[in-house]
């Protein structure tokens, strides 16, 4: 088990039964960074936008909203994100669902937090490849952090730019469209105009090349070290 590796890792457990949570969060939680927890997929979906966790942990049957739909729309904002399934035996239609969204993992319940573990670790490393990327113009993104500095000096940036970053990076190489980025990054409705005075403001501080526009399609950001 690679210890210092996990302990760079945040985790988003959504589960409406309590207990289940806490059991799962208490057996997991000191292997990593930060364990935080969600009661349904709303709340999911609100807390993978401010918490920004780099794998999630869900069930499927949840009220209001179940893990398939909270799948299915965080996968719109980001679709390389690990995503780990807790189903029961009778949800094979709805698991065959989540298996087709792209799921990472399943795992019947009842199961063993244990193999939980193993399977994290084994995934793990390829999750630290995009903790720190080289990008164009000798820029490197730390996602730990979520801060871009210019070599080694540090370009102060705003939540909200530092998170436009954290988005591309995490699609590296393919483009996200204007659509997704202002979901993403915006509570409210955005007009394309705001989201271009947005891109242009982040290019003076940094490169004009930095961020590559798509016509008609929208942005992305080539990444060196693959």
């Known amino acids: 088990m690679n210890k210092d590796l996990l302990k760079t890792l945040k985790i988003l457990i959504v589960e409406d039964e309590k207990r289940l949570a806490q059991l799962l969060k208490d057996a997991i939680s000191d292997s990593f960074f930060s364990v935080v927890i969600a009661k349904d997929g709303n709340e999911g979906l609100k807390k993978f936008q401010i918490f920004k966790p780099d794998i999630i942990i869900t069930d499927i049957m949840m009220p209001i909203c179940d893990g398939l739909q909270m799948t299915q729309k965080i996968k719109e904002l980001d679709e390389f994100i690990p995503i780990i399934v807790l189903s029961a035996h009778s949800e094979k239609e709805k698991l ?23 399977h994290i670790n084994k995934i793990a490393p390829k999750l630290n490849k995009q903790k720190k990327v080289n990008l164009k113009d000798e820029y490197i993104f730390d996602n730990n952090s979520m801060s871009l500095y210019k070599k080694t000096i540090l370009i102060t940036l705003t939540k909200r730019e530092k998170e436009f970053f954290h988005l591309l990076i995490k699609n590296k190489n393919n483009i996200v469209s204007s659509s997704a980025i202002k979901k993403s990054l915006w509570n409210e409705e955005v007009n394309d105009e705001r989201l271009r005075t947005f891109i242009k403001r982040l290019r003076l501080k940094t490169s004009k090349d930095l961020i590559e526009n798509i016509s008609s399609q929208g942005y992305l950001i080539s990444v060196l070290n693959d």
Request: hydrophobic share 45%; proline share 9%; charged share 35%.
């Open 96 to 118: 065959l669902k989540a298996i087709d969204l792209g799921i990472s993992k399943y795992f019947i319940k009842p199961f063993d937090p244990e193999e939980v573990l193993e």
